[in-house]
């Protein structure tokens, strides 16, 4: 009995240090999993361009013959993101919702990035309002309906560095869809 309990205590105490060690993307899961269900939420209760929409996860998607790595470009802008210093007093503050579609879409995505704290609750909806809105407004369906589009999205969170003076973290989460195929 004695070396079960010895056994034991070394499996509780691995299974301790790698939940320790996966705290973060475990809270940054949830978070996704936050934005993704009041997005779907914001998405089926709100028409934009009159249709209602429905964000499903997807790393990868193929749009007209032409395969769109949504989670690689997340994880990419998430990145460049998450390097910049930020201060507590930047533009990126909790709540923000930023469309960088024109800087870092390429054409080929629409992309917004959410601003929230690194810990603590958050107020989802108006935030999933304002991506909704964003995606909207040029994703491409993966599947759709009479009155509801389905759209793949990919999602990643990222902590920004604190500036070395006023320093601030945030949790920025960016959201990918593919970009409607323009007519020609």
């Given at each position: 009995?004695?070396?079960?309990?010895?056994?034991?205590?070394?499996?509780?105490?691995?299974?301790?240090?790698?939940?320790?060690?996966?705290?973060?993307?475990?809270?940054?899961?949830?978070?996704?999993k936050?934005l993704?269900?009041?997005?779907?939420?914001?998405?089926?209760?709100?028409?934009v361009?009159?249709?209602?929409?429905?964000?499903?996860k997807d790393?990868?998607?193929?749009?007209?013959?032409?395969?769109?790595?949504l989670?690689?470009?997340?994880t990419?802008?998430a990145?460049?993101?998450?390097?910049?210093?930020?201060?507590?007093?930047?533009?990126l503050?909790?709540?923000?919702?930023?469309?960088?579609?024109?800087?870092?879409?390429?054409?080929?995505?629409?992309i917004?990035?959410?601003?929230?704290?690194?810990?603590?609750?958050?107020?989802?909806?108006?935030?999933a309002?304002?991506?909704?809105?964003?995606?909207?407004?040029?994703?491409?369906?993966?599947?759709?309906?009479?009155?509801v589009?389905?759209?793949?999205?990919?999602?990643?969170t990222?902590?920004?560095?604190?500036?070395?003076?006023?320093?601030?973290?945030?949790?920025?989460?960016?959201?990918?869809?593919?970009?409607?195929?323009?007519?020609?």
């Amino acid at each position: 009995m004695k070396m079960f309990k010895k056994i034991m205590a070394v499996a509780l105490t691995a299974v301790m240090a790698v939940s320790m060690l996966t705290g973060c993307a475990i809270g940054d899961a949830v978070h996704e999993k936050q934005l993704l269900n009041a997005l779907n939420d914001a998405g089926t209760t709100t028409k934009v361009n009159g249709a209602f929409h429905k964000y499903v996860k997807d790393s990868k998607v193929k749009v007209n013959g032409v395969d769109y790595t949504l989670s690689e470009k997340a994880t990419a802008v998430a990145k460049e993101i998450a390097a910049e210093k930020t201060q507590k007093n930047d533009k990126l503050n909790t709540g923000a919702v930023v469309d960088l579609t024109g800087l870092k879409g390429e054409g080929k995505y629409v992309i917004a990035a959410v601003v929230v704290p690194t810990s603590g609750d958050y107020k989802w909806n108006k935030l999933a309002g304002d991506v909704n809105a964003i995606l909207a407004n040029g994703y491409t369906a993966t599947a759709d309906t009479k009155d509801v589009k389905e759209v793949s999205v990919a999602m990643e969170t990222r902590t920004t560095k604190k500036a070395d003076q006023n320093g601030k973290e945030y949790d920025v989460i960016v959201i990918v869809a593919a970009v409607k195929p323009a007519k020609v």
